[in-house]
């Protein structure tokens, strides 16, 4: 008896802790508020452009991240192991210092930068500028998750369809894809999420400017410091946001990878 | 299974309990929560006694950093105490701090500098400080009607004009105040909730209003890339050379080392004299050494070191 009240204990701890500060936001602010604050201008345009920036960033990561992900799982080349580090980097980076470096890199006066900005192109204070930082902190969530994938995919399938005479192009399209696609998918998903999340290296590679960089996490922190109702407001949309995110992961995420 | 369907209901239950409260909540008022992260004693406010410490690795001021999260709570041994600053006195802190403790032997200050906007909330919502130093009278007013100050010690500090910075190698070739309104010009500005900014919007409102027009303000503002959440933030993307020009307080521009910026200065009758307050919070508990800083501030000694470092005097009026 005693050993199941103190299980219950533990997890009500857990539970609790995780999801009062969540509850209380939504205590904090009454229902007609948060339904007038959502008519806001800069809600709507935080938004908008967090929703835009987050899907330009996904869409990037998946068409790029995919086949870089296949390539770097199917062959062993020189450098293979610093690649796979190098992926995983922005994961324990911090996001402050992700923009600094961002910023000292691409910025007008930047190392690379500079060239840009003789050319006329301006990648610093740009929704550019919020796409890349939050493609740069995003991506290691989908790599990542295909690279296993792929991995633990069994070779055989892939195998036979090139011994029945399609093209590896055709395989990976027509085989691979569609047996890890529950995984990618799920993996797609977790990376909008932290994408949609971005904080530190966009207020520093991006800047703050509503409608152009001023992205849902920008505006709550500079709604908490001078309109309440905004911040309070914003909050409560990316907690409904992930709530979303959660449960399309957790549905994905049942269809398992046919393994070797 | 079991256990854990009962943790779970368990947690749904007060989940509830919590909700069942929502209908009736409160508006997101400035309502302070009394709550104190650490175990602060919460001696009665005018007694001087000295209070039990926690061991807190009290920084040096220069070791403060301008960073916006929200602050420790550093409980107060006697002779410490912990100074709430708005940003713009960053470069003038460390030698604030070491003159204090000059003054008083045995006294330390720490610094928490940051927009005067952040604090006032981190206040609001229950951290710990001795004294307040406000860049805005209309949150100092916020503060006072909220209880928040002693009453008696709030008192002007000191004052700071507006000014425009440009990088030392001026990238746009800005001449004038009219030229900020040029296409293509990269402008940083504070958010409108800092002190900083609500002083820049009034100076470029009176400008528009006396000598330039209401369509140079708005491409002034177009101009605009970035709005920062405090003043030196400002500063920083000037002495990045990311930025074309960007306000900044006077001071700023006096104290750095010679050549770090160009100035182009905004006339007196235009500009935005912004006055500082300090005063003396009612939850410190060592309100004697806040009286001494307070002191401090206004004595001779601390007015020079403002003043060296760009900050104007009070007027007398």
Known sequence: MLTLIGAAVLIASVTLYLALPVAALFVRITPDLFFSTLADPEVASALWLSLFTSTVSLAVVILVGTPFAYVHCRNAYPGKVIVDTLIDLPLVLPPAVAGVALLVLWGRAGILGRYFNILGVSIAFTTLAVIMAQIFVASPFYLRQAKSLFEQLDPSYEQAALTLGASPLRTFALVTLPLTAGGLVSGAVMTFGRALGEFGATIMFAGNLPGVTQTMPLAVYVGMEGNLSVGLTISILLVLISFAIMIAVRLLAQREVPRA | ?317
Request: glycine content about 6%; some cysteine.
């Open chain 2, 1 to 317: 299974m079991k256990i854990a369907s009962l943790g779970i209901i368990l947690g749904m239950l007060v989940l509830c309990a919590l909700f069942a409260g929502c209908t009736t909540s409160s508006t997101p008022a400035q309502a302070p929560v009394t709550a104190v992260a650490t175990a602060v004693p919460s001696a009665p406010a005018a007694t001087l006694q000295p209070v039990a410490t926690i061991a807190l690795p009290i920084s040096t001021p220069a070791a403060v950093a301008t960073t916006s999260t929200p602050a420790p709570v550093y409980t107060a041994s006697e002779g410490n105490v912990v100074a709430y600053t708005a940003a713009s006195l960053k470069g003038v802190s460390s030698k604030l701090a070491s003159d204090f403790e000059a003054m008083y032997p045995g006294h330390h200050v720490v610094f928490n500098l940051d927009g005067t906007q952040a604090l006032k909330t981190q206040v609001q919502n229950g951290a710990y400080a001795d004294v307040f130093i406000s860049a805005s009278n209309a949150y100092t007013t916020e503060l006072t009607k909220g209880g928040y100050f002693v009453e008696g010690t709030v008192k002007p500090l000191t004052s700071n004009y507006v000014i425009v910075i440009l990088p030392a190698n001026n990238p746009a070739n800005i001449q004038s105040l009219a030229d900020l309104a040029k296409p293509g010009v990269k402008i940083a500005m504070e958010d409108k909730t800092v002190p900083a900014g609500t002083a820049t919007i009034e100076a470029l409102a009176n400008l528009a209003k006396s000598t330039y027009n209401p369509a140079w303000n708005t491409s002034v503002f177009k101009n605009v890339v970035t709005y920062e959440t405090s003043e030196p933030g400002v500063a920083t993307k000037i002495s990045l050379g990311e930025v074309d020009a960007g306000f900044v307080y006077e001071s700023t521009y006096t104290a750095a080392p010679k050549g770090t910026y160009t100035a182009i200065t905004i006339p007196k009758k235009d500009n935005y004299l912004q006055i500082y307050t300090i005063g003396i919070l009612k939850g410190s508990t060592n309100k004697g050494a806040a009286a001494d800083f307070e002191n401090f501030m206004l004595s001779s000694v601390g007015q020079k070191d403002l003043r060296d470092y760009g900050f104007r005097a009070i007027s007398t009026t």
